[in-house]
C-alpha cells in the first residue's frame, strides 16, 4: 500500500468515526426533547400527576446537566473512548428499562440512569472530534457536522417524538435508541482510535469529583423546581446558596491542590470563558423558541405533535445546511469570531419577529420567517462558537473543554427555560385573573418569554462583539481558493 494510499485509507476512517461519534451524539441530544411531544400518552398510559410528570424529564436532567463537566475530565483522565462506550452501554440499556417501563418510578428510574449513560457519553465527544482532526479547515467542518447534531437535534426529536407517539406509542422513542446504540457502540470499536488518559494520578481528586457533581446537580434540581416553588421561595434560595457553596469550595480547592480534577488553566483563556457565556445565553433564548413555541403551535394553535415537527422541520434543513456545507468555509474565509456576530443577530432578530406573532397566526407570514431566520442565524454561529470554546484545549485537557460546553449548553438552556416558562406563566395568569381570554393570555405570556431571551441573545452578541478576541491571519497549509486567508486565534 502506498502512502498516498494509507492516507486516503485514514482519512476516509477519520470521517467515518466522526459519523458514528455524532450519531451517538444525536441519539442522546434526540432524547431531551422527544420525550416532550409524548408526555401526554405517558400520563395517559402510566397514570402521571401533573406535577409528578415533570419527573419524566428532571429525572434525565438533573444527571445530565450535573455530570458533565466531570465525565469529560474522567476523559481526559482514563482515555475517551472508553467513557464514551461506557456511557453508551449505560444509556442504551436504561432506554430499553424505559421502553419496558409499567410504573411511574420504573420509569423515572430508569430516566435518571439514562441521564448518567447520556452525560458520560456526549461529554467526550467534541474533545475527541478536535483531537481526529488537528488541522484547522479538517478541523471547522467536522465541528459543523457537530455543531448541527447538537443544535437541531432538539427539532429534529420534536418531529420523530410526534411521528413514533401517533403512530405507534410512547415505548417506541425510547426503543428507538436501541439499534442506534448497538450499532453506534460497535462502530465505534472499530473505527475510533483509542487513545490512554494521562492517568488517574494526573486528577484523581475524589473530593473534588464529590463537590462539583453534587453542586451542578443540586444547582440543575433547583432550577427545573423553580416553576413550582418560585423565585423566592426559601427552598429556591437556601438551595441555590448551598449549590454556589459547594462550587465555591471546589474551585478553591482546584486552585490549591497539586494535581486538580480540573486545572483552572482553561478557563482563564478569554475566548473559552467567553464562547461558553455567549453559548449558554444564546442556547437560553433559544430554548424559548423551541419549547415555549412548541407550546404555542399547541395551546394556541391547535397544532398535534406531528404538526408541531413538521412546523420545526424547516429551522432543522437550514440548519443542516449551512452547519453541514458553508460554516466551516465561512469560517476558514472571515475567523470563528466574524462568522458568528452576524448570526447571532439573526437570532434575536427570529426571537422578535416570534414575539410579534398573534393568536390566529398564518404559518406562512407569521412564523415560517423567524423560523428560517433562526436557522439561519443557529447553522452559522454554532460551529463558530464552539470553535472558539475549543481554541483553548491542549490534548489532555480536550475532554474538559468538550465537557464545558456540553455543560454550558444544558445548564444555560435549563436556566433559560425555567426562567422564561416561570415568567411567561406568570404572565399568563395575570392576564386571566384581570378578564382576558385564555388564548390572548396564553399568548401575551409566550411574547413575553420571546421578547426576554431576545434580550438574552442581544447579551450574547454583545459578548461576541466586546469579549471575545479578534482572529489573526496566517497562511493556510491547503488553502481552498489561493488567496483565501484562514484565521486561528490569538491568545
Known amino acids: 500500500m502506498t ?10 476512517t477519520r470521517w467515518l468515526a466522526l459519523y458514528v461519534l455524532c450519531a451517538g451524539m444525536l441519539m442522546i441530544v434526540l432524547d431531551a426533547t422527544i420525550v416532550n411531544v409524548a408526555l401526554p400518552s405517558i400520563q395517559d398510559n402510566l397514570g402521571f400527576s401533573q406535577s409528578n410528570l415533570a419527573w419524566v424529564i428532571n429525572a434525565y436532567m438533573i444527571p445530565f446537566g450535573g455530570l458533565l463537566l466531570l465525565a469529560g475530565r474522567v476523559g481526559d483522565l482514563v482515555g475517551q473512548r472508553r467513557v464514551f462506550l461506557f456511557g453508551l452501554a449505560i444509556f442504551t440499556t436504561a432506554s430499553l428499562v424505559c421502553a419496558a417501563a409499567q410504573s411511574q418510578g420504573m420509569l423515572i428510574g430508569a430516566r435518571f440512569v439514562q441521564g448518567i449513560g447520556g452525560a458520560l457519553a456526549s461529554a467526550v465527544i467534541l474533545g475527541m472530534i478536535v483531537t481526529m ?29 410526534g411521528v413514533l407517539t401517533q403512530a405507534i406509542s410512547w415505548h417506541w422513542i425510547f426503543l428507538i435508541n436501541l439499534p442506534i446504540g448497538i450499532a453506534t457502540a460497535y ?23 464529590a463537590l462539583i457533581t453534587a453542586s451542578l446537580m443540586l444547582g ?16 429556591t434560595l437556601v438551595l441555590s446558596a448551598v449549590s ?43 430554548f424559548g423558541m423551541f419549547f415555549l413555541g412548541a407550546l404555542f403551535l399547541q395551546r394556541v394553535l391547535g397544532y398535534d405533535a406531528l404538526q408541531v415537527g413538521l412546523a420545526f422541520l424547516p429551522t432543522t434543513i437550514v440548519m443542516g445546511t449551512l452547519s453541514l456545507g458553508f ?40 412564523l415560517l420567517p423567524p423560523l428560517l431566520l433562526i436557522g439561519v442565524g443557529v447553522g452559522t454561529s454554532f460551529p463558530a462558537i464552539m470553535t472558539l470554546a475549543m481554541s483553548g484545549a491542549t490534548p489532555s485537557d480536550s475532554g474538559l473543554a468538550s465537557g464545558f460546553v456540553n455543560t454550558s449548553m444544558q445548564v444555560g438552556g435549563a436556566i433559560g427555560l425555567a426562567v422564561l416558562a416561570t415568567l411567561s406563566t406568570e404572565r399568563t395568569q395575570h392576564l386571566l385573573d384581570g378578564g382576558t381570554s385564555n388564548l390572548s393570555a396564553l399568548t401575551s405570556g409566550y411574547h413575553l418569554a420571546y421578547l426576554i431571551g431576545a434580550v438574552l441573545a442581544a447579551t450574547a452578541a454583545a ?29
Open 3 to 12: 502512502a498516498r494510499t494509507a492516507d486516503k485509507t485514514n482519512d476516509r
Open 133 to 161: 482532526f488537528p488541522e484547522r479547515g479538517e478541523q471547522a467542518k467536522a465541528i459543523g457536522v457537530y455543531g448541527f447534531v447538537a443544535s437541531a437535534g432538539g427539532s429534529i426529536g420534536l418531529l420523530l417524538g
Open 187 to 209: 462502530l465505534a470499536t472499530r473505527l475510533v482510535e483509542s487513545h490512554e488518559g494521562i492517568g488517574l494520578d494526573q486528577g484523581a481528586d475524589y473530593r473534588g469529583a
Open 220 to 235: 440543575v434540581y433547583t432550577i427545573l423546581q423553580i416553576s413550582q416553588w418560585g423565585w423566592g421561595d426559601t427552598r
Open 244 to 286: 454556589a457553596a459547594l462550587l465555591a469550595a471546589f474551585l478553591h480547592r482546584q486552585a490549591t491542590i497539586a494535581n486538580p480534577l480540573m486545572p483552572l488553566r482553561l478557563f482563564r483563556s478569554r475566548n473559552v470563558a467567553g464562547s461558553n457565556a455567549l453559548q449558554a445565553l444564546l442556547v437560553a433564548g433559544m
Open 327 to 366: 460554516s466551516e468555509r465561512l469560517i476558514m474565509r472571515f475567523g470563528p469570531r466574524t462568522t458568528l456576530i452576524p448570526g447571532v443577530c439573526l437570532v434575536v432578530v427570529a426571537l422578535l419577529l416570534f414575539a410579534r406573532a398573534p393568536v390566529g397566526a398564518d404559518y406562512l407570514t407569521d
Open 463 to 491: 459578548i461576541a462583539i466586546f469579549v471575545l478576541r479578534a482572529p489573526a491571519p496566517e497562511a493556510m497549509p491547503h488553502p481552498e481558493r489561493e488567496g483565501e486567508p484562514a484565521y486561528s486565534e490569538v491568545g
